[in-house]
């Protein structure tokens, strides 16, 4: 009977003594309470507490956390905008005890503090400097932390203004704005495009015409000094100048109807075309250099008989 006792009781010593040794992990710290008294904190490794007299009361991590906050506020040019503050922070290693006695929930701690700053700060901005000014915002919200939380067991190792979200409508406009400006970028850029074809085009054509130009020019001269050595060897020959003048514009005037009729497709008329049409126009033009010649010289003699009379006086 006695037998049949002593194994429970073996059996319960074992539990007992099993639960006095205890593991606390890397980058982790244990608070031990004895009879509901803080008692100590244990770190990493193998540990021993009195069974039913110690106490792990929490086991506190000792890693860099993240708390992320979103933060609803007005800025100066009256815009509601919310900003997501993430804060990192660490329990320091010596002061365990702060951060676990002291504060209740530091969460909702920390973010009363980020509400504090951020809805201090942000006020006092248009919304493109807190576009622009975002990390004065958060140097703002880790000063003020650092000093708070340090006394609470907590360090602030940075924070981060993550995100900036404008009301819908402020955005919509804000993208409006910034296609009509981009479509206004485009505009000058077509237009002065527009603006260069046009001017590279005239200056092509300026080019095309000068060349056609030279090269009526050359034809033209090649011509005359062709007819020219035309009267030549036709002087030598024993024919005048009005007879070789009037062979070769004769000549001409037939060349021309000759290349009309090769052309089936032609609508050109030449007038007159009569067989003495040639002599016709060489005798008219004549005449005229005669009449025009008869005039300068009369004019000429008139104004040479002024001169005279005004010398006279």
Same mark, same amino acid.
């Given at each position: 009977?006695?037998?049949?006792?002593?194994i429970?009781?073996?059996?319960?010593?074992?539990?007992?003594? =099993?639960? *006095?040794?205890?593991?606390?992990? !890397?980058?982790?710290?244990?608070?031990?309470e004895?009879?509901?008294?803080?008692?100590?904190?244990?770190?990493?490794? =193998?540990?021993?507490?009195?069974?039913?007299?110690?106490?792990?009361?929490?086991?506190?991590?000792?890693?860099?956390?993240?708390?992320?906050?979103?933060v609803?506020?007005?800025?100066?040019?009256?815009?509601?905008?919310?900003?997501?503050?993430?804060?990192?922070?660490?329990?320091?290693?010596?002061?365990?005890?702060?951060?676990?006695?002291?504060?209740?929930?530091?969460?909702?701690?920390?973010?009363?503090?980020?509400?504090?700053v951020?809805? *201090?700060?942000?006020?006092?901005?248009?919304?493109?400097?807190?576009?622009?000014?975002?990390?004065?915002? *958060?140097?703002?919200?880790?000063?003020?932390?650092?000093?708070?939380?340090?006394?609470?067991?907590?360090?602030?190792?940075?924070?981060?203004?993550?995100?900036?979200?404008?009301?819908?409508?402020?955005?919509?406009?804000?993208?409006?704005?910034?296609?009509?400006?981009?479509?206004?970028?485009a505009?000058?850029?077509?237009?002065?495009? *527009?603006?260069?074809?046009?001017?590279?085009?005239?200056?092509?054509?300026?080019?095309?015409?000068?060349?056609?130009?030279?090269?009526?020019?050359? !034809?033209?001269?090649?011509?005359?000094?062709?007819?020219?050595?035309?009267?030549?060897?036709?002087?030598?020959?024993?024919?005048?100048?009005?007879?070789?003048?009037?062979?070769?514009?004769?000549?001409?005037?037939?060349?021309?109807?000759?290349?009309?009729?090769?052309?089936? %497709?032609?609508? =050109?008329?030449?007038?007159? %075309?009569?067989?003495?049409a040639?002599?016709?126009?060489?005798?008219?033009?004549?005449?005229?250099?005669?009449?025009?010649?008869?005039?300068?010289?009369?004019?000429?003699?008139?104004?040479?008989?002024?001169?005279?009379?005004? !010398?006279?006086?």
């Amino acid at each position: 009977m006695g037998s049949f006792l002593l194994i429970p009781i073996l059996l319960l010593g074992l539990i007992v003594l =099993l639960s *006095a040794f205890f593991i606390v992990k !890397q980058q982790t710290a244990v608070i031990i309470e004895r009879f509901g008294k803080f008692h100590s904190v244990r770190n990493s490794g =193998l540990h021993l507490k009195i069974p039913l007299v110690d106490k792990i009361v929490t086991r506190v991590g000792l890693k860099i956390q993240q708390l992320d906050v979103i933060v609803e506020t007005k800025t100066l040019d009256d815009v509601f905008v919310k900003l997501k503050v993430s804060v990192q922070y660490v329990v320091l290693r010596d002061k365990v005890y702060d951060a676990f006695y002291q504060l209740e929930y530091p969460h909702d701690q920390i973010t009363s503090y980020v509400f504090d700053v951020v809805r *201090a700060e942000v006020p006092k901005m248009k919304l493109d400097d807190v576009f622009v000014k975002k990390d004065d915002i *958060a140097i703002a919200v880790k000063s003020e932390l650092q000093d708070a939380m340090l006394d609470y067991g907590y360090d602030i190792i940075k924070t981060l203004v993550t995100d900036i979200d404008p009301d819908a409508q402020v955005k919509a406009a804000m993208n409006r704005i910034n296609a009509s400006e981009r479509e206004k970028i485009a505009a000058q850029f077509e237009g002065d495009a *527009a603006r260069i074809l046009i001017v590279e085009k005239a200056k092509a054509e300026a080019e095309s015409k000068r060349l056609q130009g030279q090269g009526i020019a050359d !034809q033209r001269r090649e011509i005359a000094r062709g007819l020219e050595e035309s009267v030549e060897v036709l002087n030598k020959v024993g024919i005048n100048s009005q007879e070789a003048s009037a062979l070769i514009v004769v000549t001409q005037h037939y060349d021309t109807l000759q290349s009309i009729g090769e052309e089936t %497709n032609t609508n =050109l008329i030449l007038l007159p %075309n009569s067989p003495q049409a040639g002599s016709d126009m060489l005798n008219n033009m004549v005449a005229s250099f005669t009449a025009s010649n008869m005039i300068g010289e009369s004019m000429k003699k008139q104004k040479e008989e002024k001169d005279k009379n005004k !010398q006279d006086e």
